[in-house]
């Protein structure tokens, strides 16, 4: 069973930057899409970005233009460029792996990816 390690959470001040990482336990792990999640207290998980086998790069509305996603592939690492950080933006971030092919329509839904991180914390203070 693959694992999926992040790190690069922390706590930063409005309009602050953080850059998450995510390595798969395995190098040669190749899903059809990874993509990074993240949920709030009382809120529901919702999709961040996601990056398909192919390299389109995808972003949700609320942080298009701030975060920026990448992927390292003789690392096979992926990683997540966060600026202009909000309050909005205090959660938990999770990387997610599939295996199913990659589907434009479910690119933000949770149970569309079979490998999760444990998350990592973001706490953005104003």
């Known amino acids: 069973q693959v694992h999926l390690v992040e790190s690069g959470g922390g706590s930063v001040q409005a309009r602050g930057s953080l850059r998450l990482a995510c390595i798969p336990s395995?190098?040669?792990?190749?899903?059809?899409?990874f993509a990074w999640f993240r949920q709030a207290p009382g809120k529901e998980r919702e999709g961040v970005a996601v990056?398909?086998?192919?390299?389109?790069?995808m972003y949700a509305n609320s942080v298009k233009g701030r975060f920026i996603l990448s992927k390292d592939s003789a690392k096979n690492a992926l990683y997540l460029q966060m600026n202009s950080l909000e309050p909005e933006d205090t959660a938990m971030y999770y990387c997610?792996?599939?295996?199913?092919?990659?589907?434009?329509?479910?690119?933000?839904?949770?149970?569309?990816?079979?490998?999760w991180g444990l998350g990592t914390q973001v706490t953005v203070s104003s």
């Open positions: 997610a792996a599939s295996r199913y092919y990659f589907d434009y329509g479910l690119r933000f839904t949770p149970t569309h990816y079979n490998f």
């Open positions: 395995e190098s040669t792990f190749s899903p059809f899409s």
């Open positions: 990056i398909s086998r192919g390299g389109s790069i």
